[in-house]
């Protein structure tokens, strides 16, 4: 029997007057991929900060003792100009967390983040090296829960995939419960055995098949989103890889 | 009198190492000019004190901690930006100061030389500085997960509001001790210039602290030294905060980025 993670019961989180999460309640269970959708201003990264505790809400919001939380925030609006670099970040969380001296190296090599990476100013990291960052970070102290909070939003489509390839591995090698926030269809039925739609007063949740039909997705977006499914095939010429891709 | 000007200098000392050090952390939070208006708050206290014949440290502590805390609940309850916040406060605490001080006192309030420096005053200040120091070294973690983003840090559970407060009270600290001799006015000179000089030299965090401390260091070291053999003003401030400058003009020349 799967254990349960994370119950969610009644959930409201407004900002002053404004609504944006009502009376929302689901359950997570180890080891699921849960895609958390909706049209932009239906709540998705509210309820991530929610479950993270950083604003304030009503209601239940009951994480199981196991339970070890990383975070993948969508954006970070770090100063450019810091003198801080990838490296000084992760050293500070292991730092703070009292992580045994390995634990950096050992994620860091995981990620494939070389010295010169780790020694660069985050200012001057670009998007995907960022958030490869980003992930190390929420990796240190070893989660078995991460929530991904639009991990490839605003990246290029190879840096995309990877990103991707990565968090299956995770998942698969790891057992990773992972909650993740996206506007891509296509990564959610690729990735996410759960799915979770969030739209103003409406809320559902199941897996994909069952929710990702054209009339649920016309009833959540105004007007039925396309998607694609993805499948891979990789090819050792080079580098090179082919995806193909087959509209549904 | 030798005795008290060698304490005084050694206090400055020791002062410069905690400036350069809350320097890169006010410079990093994007603060520093924020946090040079909270060496003001200490006027009010200090014109009282001189208008009350008390001691006028004691009295700049009482209105700058006073000060200091007002602006972090100001900011927690009213969700203003800090320099919002401060900014509110400094000028109610800069008008009160103004028309509290004794004419005659307000130079020394505003450009230092408050009163005679006693070895009690010394050992307290040393510690003071001592503790800032500490605090930044054990804090440094968390303050820089904070730097960097407070979701992040607040997710990786560094208690943030908390970690504000401790390091605009550091920060008063630091100021306070910087009374004496900088005076209310010039206090955060040596907070703000040399951490902005070391920025211009490097974009690692390590040089960073490094090359700050180094700056204030000399600055004051200089400043005295200059101010005893040279200008003979009755306080080293102004030289010392000249000196910093002319350091910050130097690193305009060897910027690295």
Redesign the interface.
């Given at each position: 029997m799967t254990n349960r993670l994370l119950t969610v019961t009644d959930l409201n989180v407004s900002f002053g007057n404004r609504e944006v999460i009502h009376d929302l309640s689901f359950e997570v269970r180890q080891g699921d991929c849960l895609a958390i959708i909706g049209p932009n201003g239906a709540g998705k990264t509210v309820l991530l900060t929610a479950l993270l505790n950083l604003i304030p809400y009503r209601g239940e919001i009951r994480w199981s003792r196991e339970a070890r939380l990383g975070y993948v925030p969508q954006k970070i609006a770090a100063d450019r100009q810091l003198p801080l670099s990838a490296k000084d970040l992760l050293t500070a969380k292991a730092g703070f967390l009292k992580l045994p001296a390995g634990e950096l190296q050992e994620v860091s090599a995981g990620l494939g983040l070389s010295g010169e990476l780790l020694n660069t100013s985050i200012g001057a990291l670009s998007g995907g090296q960022i958030q490869k960052v980003l992930i190390a970070f929420a990796l240190l102290g070893g989660p078995n829960v991460l929530l991904f909070d639009e991990p490839t939003a605003s990246l290029d489509e190879l840096t995309e995939e990877h990103i991707y390839e990565l968090l299956h591995s995770l998942q698969k090698e790891r057992g990773m419960t992972v909650l993740l926030v996206s506007h891509d269809l296509s990564i959610v039925y690729r990735n996410a055995n759960m799915v979770l739609c969030l739209s103003k007063g409406k809320t559902c949740m199941g897996p994909p098949k069952d929710v990702l039909t054209p009339a649920m997705l016309q009833e959540l977006y105004a007007s039925a989103p396309q998607y694609y499914q993805h499948s891979h095939e990789r090819h050792r010429e080079g580098d090179s890889q082919v995806v193909q891709e087959r509209e549904k | 009198m030798m005795k008290e000007q060698a304490l005084l200098l050694v206090l400055a000392l020791f002062f410069s190492l905690a400036a350069g050090l809350v320097g890169c952390i006010a410079l990093?939070k994007?603060m520093l000019l924020a946090g040079d208006v909270i060496s003001h708050l200490a006027l009010p206290g200090i014109g009282l004190a001189f208008a009350l014949k008390l001691n006028p440290m004691m009295g700049g502590a009482a209105t700058l901690f006073l000060g200091t805390f007002l602006v972090w609940q100001l900011q927690r309850k009213t969700g203003l930006a800090t320099e919002a916040a401060i900014g509110v406060i400094f000028a109610a605490a800069l008008a009160i100061g103004a028309a509290v001080t004794p004419s005659e006192d307000l130079a020394e309030s505003l450009f230092g030389q408050l009163g005679i420096l006693s070895p009690a005053g010394f050992l307290l200040g040393l510690a003071a500085v001592l503790f800032v120091i500490l605090s930044i070294f054990l804090l440094?973690?968390?303050l820089?997960?904070a730097?960097?983003?407070t979701?992040?840090a607040?997710?990786?559970?560094?208690p943030i509001a908390r970690l504000d407060l401790y390091f605009l009270l550091l920060f008063s600290l630091t100021v306070l001790v910087g009374l004496r001799f900088m005076g209310a006015l010039l206090a955060s000179a040596l907070i703000i210039m040399p951490s902005a000089t070391a920025?211009q030299l490097?974009?690692?965090?390590s040089p960073?602290f490094l090359l700050a401390v180094v700056a204030s260091f000399v600055s004051v070291a200089a400043g005295f030294l200059l101010n005893a053999l040279v200008f003979k003003f009755s306080t080293a401030g102004p030289t010392i905060a000249v000196l910093s400058a002319v350091l910050f003009s130097f690193s305009l020349l060897a910027r690295t980025r």
């Open positions: - | 990093m994007r440094k973690n968390q820089s997960l730097i960097f983003s979701d992040l607040a997710a990786t559970g560094v920025r490097t974009n690692k965090m960073f």
